[in-house]
């Protein structure tokens, strides 16, 4: 990693997991493998603060922790990318485990649980698929209707309009938000206890 961390992929350890290097990650990861319109290829990073401002909506006064956890629900692609769901599946049990250990790391990291509870988890999922509408309609050509039929309606009473960043817009962003949530939930942003040094 950029930050001289050394993450062990078959066994990650929280020890090893930077929020720069997530952010940094994340602003250059393309939703849609970059199958946009714009100058600017939608990031993982805008999508991650779209979801979690989505969250707060579809559930007001969401504790800052699970707003945490919404902000981090895509955080391990900083390191394997975005991939479609159907092609995850395609991948098989293997893949899902080797994600579900990088992500149990990165919650531990950021004092999470290592499993998100089922209510919250479905709560993401929700905002997730919400976000996407909104990302299909207006930056990779889906019409209204093939992205109600995939995706849902978005929730009442929220609206969005998506400019894509440029990843070190995205990248600060993203990090803010995090200080912003880390400071709330009560850890401390950038350099914390988690540093050895």
Known sequence: MLSGRRLDLLDPSPFDIEIEDIAHGLARVARWNGQTIGEHAFSV???S?????????IRPGLEPKWRLAALLHDASE?????????????LGASYKDFEARLEA??????QLPPKTPQT?????KKAD???AFYEATQLAGFTRRESLQIFGSPPQGYDLVIEPLPAAVAQQRYLDRYRVLA????????????HTE
Not at 78 to 90: E, L
Not at 105 to 110: T, W
Not at 120 to 124: S, V
């Open 105 to 110: 790391a990165i919650h531990v990291r950021f």
């Open 45 to 47: 990073a805008q999508h």
């Open 129 to 131: 698929k919400a976000c």
């Open 120 to 124: 919250i988890k479905t709560l993401i």
């Open 183 to 194: 400071e709330a939930v009560g850890i401390l942003p950038g350099a914390d206890a988690w």
């Open 78 to 90: 900083y390191v394997i990318g975005d991939m479609i769901s159907p092609f995850k599946s395609a």
């Open 49 to 57: 603060l779209v979801v979690e401002e989505i969250a707060a909506h």
